[in-house]
């Protein structure tokens, strides 16, 4: 009875009830006044915690001062059967919509604050007691469970805090201590819910991905989180020539892998250490290679990878630095767990991966281990160098160029890059060979300082960038070295005064050869293809603005004749990119669209600025593209409006594209278009309407970008109209065309001769536009 009473209450805020359910729930809270509960009762007991578990609502909360209500007799409760695991147990068990309840946005802050502090109480004192070593393992998964919980409503552990024996302890540091917990359960369950430490649980709209947590807080808790699954390694690691113990040693390791799984899930900005620890733990903690391999191979097929070494591969240079970094000798180049990369030898993962592996040896000056690399793989090693010439590069040109920094630890660096780079140039390494390296593969140089790009979000101690406005907070870092956009810019400066021509730019050494832009802006897209890492993509998306941006500067010097490619292959890629959008934006993907739009408004403005007529032939693709953002993506729709109005209206006197913007298809009769709709139709029919067969040659004189056919299907709308309103002038046309055989299945007929390419959405408005002439 007592629970359908609270159902009744719960049932009441759903639908229709012909009592009142207020006073239901006040009438049940009567029952557990502490003048009338007697908690040592069982029946007043079992009453306690029916109400306890039935009252609060997931959904749709009680008041707060109905909560207090419910949560006074509590500590009472649990001081009566402290030594009751069974009783314990269903307590923390029931709390948990409290829980839920405790963070709902209520003005009544007084009062929340002491339920909060009421219930806060109750589980500090648990945490005690499983410190110390009192509670069974029912009772501490129940705790775990209202952790969890308590972190799902206070992500930031503002309010979130146990005091105990008069010290404070935030929840999301209390939380990763149950890694190391006595019971494989209670480890496992804190395990698979660490990503509570790295993001905002709470959804006002299920269908938006979690939000990630602040930086400073998902870096303590990769380190509490880890430090804590590895204490609970060590407590059994004496002990693995135990058979008994073989099957904790199992489960330890298990709870590692979970733990170290689900923050790559969970967590981008932490995938890099996550996965040096995975490494760090084949060698420290006897992890076996096959249950890390079978858990990151799970791992990359989520994250949309092929094959697991692509996964591994794209964070190597990230893992050998950190490898090399420990400094100890078992943590030697030829120790590194190479078989996570699917190889059985380390002379098949050097041939493959040499060009990753001797930068980083040779920026330490390891020639030695260089030349055993080289022997391994029989070949000459100063050809090795001569291979990883770029990429050896990136770990000293920027030094050189960025010397004006007062900052100690890049003076160190560029003393160990300038010791190298003398090294390397002697004659018993490169010589004069050096000079000729360097202008030979300058492309690929450039290539290489592109992609080193990590541009830091704009704060208020930073300066402001192009590119800032477009990073975010959590963005992660790149594999090492990386450097600001400034630096790759002074590094580029540094190169030109090198050259023995003294060229003002990189730029015009690279147009002395004009095929070098369209090897860089390939290398780059080939990059942004064969990732699936939004992050990384997005970060190669700024490289492609960074590299862009320096060659629209110099466009009107011609690009070494190369001005005309450059433009095409821009807007097309930059097209391309906007059309594969996802059909729900998150964060980094709406800043990459907004920087797509973003560079192709300043491709656009330097084309009609220093190339003429260059831009007529792409308009219409660029029109036609941009069109149904409007519509589909309300969070850029100023920025391409912009677009829009700069092309169509700020140019519509402009000689140049005043033919191309007659040409256009209409724009769609919404109040957004307005403007643009009245400034094309102006030009179009400055001499005058057009008649059903000008209009129809009107849109067959536009040609179209095969790859892009969807951009005409304005202008088959409008021409659908345009034969609905003018029957009469068709059948006209028909009857004209009978002593030529020309009837109206051929103008059709001309529609799809000139698209080949007929989407479905085409064929339906050839289909619609064939039925207004009957009907």
């Keep these: 009875m007592l629970k359908f009473l609270c159902m009744c209450v719960t049932a009441s805020h759903i639908t229709t009830v012909s009592f009142k359910a207020a006073d239901i729930r006040r009438k049940l809270l009567v029952l557990i006044d502490s003048s009338t509960l007697d908690p040592a009762q069982p029946l007043h007991l079992h009453m306690y915690l029916v109400l306890l578990k039935e009252l609060p609502g997931e959904e749709h909360p009680l008041p707060m001062d109905d909560i207090i209500e419910l949560l006074k007799p509590l500590s009472h409760v649990c001081s009566l059967y402290r030594r009751d695991q069974d009783v314990c147990t269903t307590v923390l068990n029931h709390v948990l919509h409290i829980v839920t309840n405790l963070d ?67 929840v999301n540091e209390v939380f990763p201590q149950f890694l190391a917990d006595d019971h494989h359960q209670v480890r496992m369950l804190a395990a698979v819910s660490i990503n509570r430490l790295f993001q905002d649980m709470k959804q006002g709209d299920c269908s938006r991905l979690l939000k990630a ?43 590692l892998l979970m733990t170290i799984a689900v923050i790559l899930y969970s967590s981008p900005i932490c995938e890099k250490q996550a996965l040096f620890a995975l490494c760090k733990s084949v060698k420290e903690n006897g992890l076996e290679s096959h249950l890390a391999k079978k858990v990151l191979e799970k791992v990359s097929e989520t994250f949309g990878y092929r094959r697991l070494e692509d996964f591994m591969a ?5 893992l050998v630095l950190e490898w090399l970094n420990l400094q100890e000798t078992e943590y030697s180049l030829s120790s590194f767990p190479f078989i996570l990369l699917n190889y059985r030898n380390v002379e098949d993962f050097y041939r493959s991966y040499y060009k990753v592996l001797i930068p980083h040896l040779v920026i330490r000056s390891h020639f030695d281990e260089v ?90 101690a930073s300066p402001s960038t192009d590119l800032g406005d477009f990073s975010g907070d959590l963005d992660p870092a790149p594999n090492p070295p990386y450097f600001p956009s400034r630096v790759i ?127 007529e032939n792409h308009l219409h693709v660029i029109v036609g593209s941009l069109i149904p953002l409007v519509d589909n993506q309300v969070e850029v729709r100023e920025q391409v409006l912009d677009l829009l109005k700069y092309l169509v209206i700020d140019n519509k006197d402009n000689e140049n594209l005043y033919l191309t913007i007659k040409l256009l298809d209409p724009f769609p009769e919404h109040v957004v278009f307005k403007d643009l709709r009245v400034t094309q139709q102006k030009i179009k029919y400055s001499r005058g309407p057009f008649s059903l067969l000008e209009e129809i040659n009107h849109f067959l004189s536009v040609s179209v970008y095969d790859a892009l056919p969807l951009t005409r299907l304005e202008g088959l709308k409008d021409l659908r109209r345009q034969l609905e309103q003018h029957k009469d002038q068709m059948m006209d046309l028909m009857r004209a065309s009978q002593g030529t055989h020309f009837n109206d299945m051929d103008y059709f007929c001309l529609f799809l001769s000139v698209y080949p390419h007929t989407p479905k959405d085409w064929t339906w408005g050839i289909i619609n536009a064939r039925q207004a002439l009957y009907h």
């Design 104 to 170: 709902q946005g209520q003005l009544d802050f007084e009062n929340t604050r002491d339920a909060q502090g009421r219930l806060l109480t109750v589980i500090g004192a648990f945490w005690h007691l499983a410190k110390e070593k009192k509670c069974t393992f029912s009772v501490r998964m129940a705790l775990v469970k209202c952790l969890k919980a308590l972190l799902e409503v206070d992500p930031y552990s503002k309010w979130a805090i146990l005091n105990v024996m008069g010290k404070d302890f935030p």
């Design 371 to 460: 030349k055993s690399i080289a022997n391994q793989i029989q070949k000459d090693w100063k050809s090795l160098l001569i291979d990883c010439f770029p990429k050896i590069l990136v770990n000293i040109l920027p030094y050189f160029a960025y010397e004006s920094t007062p900052d100690s630890r890049m003076a160190q660096q560029r003393e160990t890059a300038t010791k190298v780079y003398d090294i390397l140039k002697s004659e018993n390494l490169l010589g004069r060979q050096i000079d000729h390296l360097f202008i030979s593969n300058l492309p690929e140089i450039v290539v290489e300082l592109l992609m080193t790009l990590h541009e830091p979000a704009i704060s208020s």
């Design 314 to 318: 794209s964070h190597l240079d990230y």
């Design 489 to 615: 810019k002074a590094t580029f400066a540094y190169i030109s005064n090198c050259h023995k021509t003294k060229f003002k730019s990189i730029l015009e050494i690279l147009s002395k050869s004009p095929d070098s832009y369209q090897k860089i802006l390939l290398a780059i897209c080939e990059q942004a293809t064969e990732t699936n890492n939004v992050y990384k993509r997005h970060r190669i998306l700024k490289i492609y603005h960074l590299f862009v941006s320096l060659l629209l500067k110099d466009i009107k010097s011609g690009l070494g004749g190369a001005w005309a490619f450059v433009l095409r292959d821009v807007i097309y890629t930059l097209i391309h990119s906007i059309n594969k959008r996802p059909s729900r934006f998150m964060d980094v993907t709406l800043r990459s669209f907004s920087l797509c739009c973003d560079l192709l408004s300043q491709v656009c403005q330097a084309a009609v600025t220093h190339c003429k007529d260059a831009l």
């Design 213 to 255: 947590l602040p930086l400073r807080l998902q870096q303590t808790a990769f380190e509490s989180a880890y430090l804590k699954a590895q204490e609970g390694m060590r407590e059994v690691s004496h002990g693995a020539e135990n058979p008994d113990l073989l099957d904790e040693i199992y489960n330890r390791k298990s709870v």
